[in-house]
């Protein structure tokens, strides 16, 4: 059963972050609702999860829980999209369901075996979990298509280090319906290989960071809505985004709030209608 639902629109720090009390920080804490944002993190449907992170339990707390969840597709393992201690609450539920099969593109699967080695995550039981069959950890390849559930997901290169890997993963979805959804969180301006790669594909939702949000500028590792206008742009020119595509942008940090993306999308003028996701939102 296809979901669809934004559990988080944050980037690392969240929104209010907990040290800061700049003025988008400080209405999110008097306004709350759409003006706060968790940690980025999308339910796909009631069995695959894409990210488990940093805000994870707080999330299920509010969007309901997570007992059917049976895939987690990591976008890289930076703490606000990967969560160990998410291993631990399903190792707790063991008796009662499936294992849990968790997803890493190529050099980032190097994390699970860290964890595994290290008596200090899961106080060093992750490897009998794994032994168990409770934890089940895949390695994806960058370009290959995968079934995953009831869908087809193909990983393809991001342009920011993740902990362990050079690359984070963005993913490209093929839903039972299908649709074609793609994921593209924690980048900063594509690599030519993946752009050339996703101007051949057709995309009925697009999902985009747009992390600096209003402050435009080259950034390296995420994008501000300009560079994300320009992605936009070019995959729109070539195709693969239509007029029918729906654009969500998300992974949005405390340097712009939720009216002044609104104000800066309308500004830069899209091909196409562009929503600025908030947490809670369903789109399917
Ligand atoms: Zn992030
Ligand atoms: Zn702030
Ligand atoms: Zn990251």
Not at 81 to 102: C, D, G, Q, T, V
Not at 164 to 182: C, H, I, K, Q, T
Not at 192 to 203: C, D, G, I, Q, S
Not at 231 to 260: R, W
Request: with cysteine; hydrophobic share 40%; charged share 25%.
């Amino acid at each position: 059963m296809l979901i669809g639902q934004f559990w988080g629109t944050s980037a690392a720090e969240g929104i209010p972050a907990p040290y800061c009390r700049c003025p988008v920080c400080l209405e999110a804490r008097e306004k709350g609702g759409i003006y706060s944002r968790m940690r980025s993190c999308f339910r796909l449907s009631d069995k695959i999860m894409l990210d488990l992170g940093a805000d994870a339990v707080a999330q299920s707390m509010r969007f309901g829980d997570i007992t059917d969840i049976e895939h987690v597709l990591i976008t890289h393992t930076h703490d606000d999209h990967l969560n160990p201690h998410m291993l631990m609450e399903a190792m707790w539920s063991k008796r009662f369901r499936k294992p849990i099969h968790y997803y890493f593109t190529e050099e980032a699967f190097e994390i699970t075996r860290l964890w595994m080695d290290s008596p200090w995550i899961l106080k060093g039981m992750l490897r009998s979990w794994v032994e168990e069959g409770i934890v089940v950890f895949h390695q994806l390849k960058f370009g290959e298509r995968t079934k995953v559930g009831d869908v087809f997901v193909t990983p393809f290169r991001g342009n920011h280090k993740g902990n362990v890997e050079p690359n984070s993963a963005m993913y490209l979805v093929e839903l039972p319906d299908g649709r074609s959804l793609f994921y593209g969180l924690d980048s900063g301006k594509w690599l030519p290989e993946t752009l050339e790669a996703v101007k051949k594909l057709h995309l009925d939702i697009f999902i985009s960071e747009a992390t600096a949000g209003i402050h435009f500028g080259r950034y390296g590792g995420h994008m501000c809505l300009e560079q994300v206008r320009e992605l936009v742009g070019e995959l729109f020119d070539s195709g693969a985004i239509t007029p029918e595509t729906k654009v969500y942008l998300t992974h949005i940090n405390h340097g712009s709030s939720h009216d002044q993306m609104l104000e800066a999308v309308d500004a830069l003028d899209f091909p196409l209608p562009v929503t600025v996701a908030v947490d809670g939102m369903k789109i399917f």
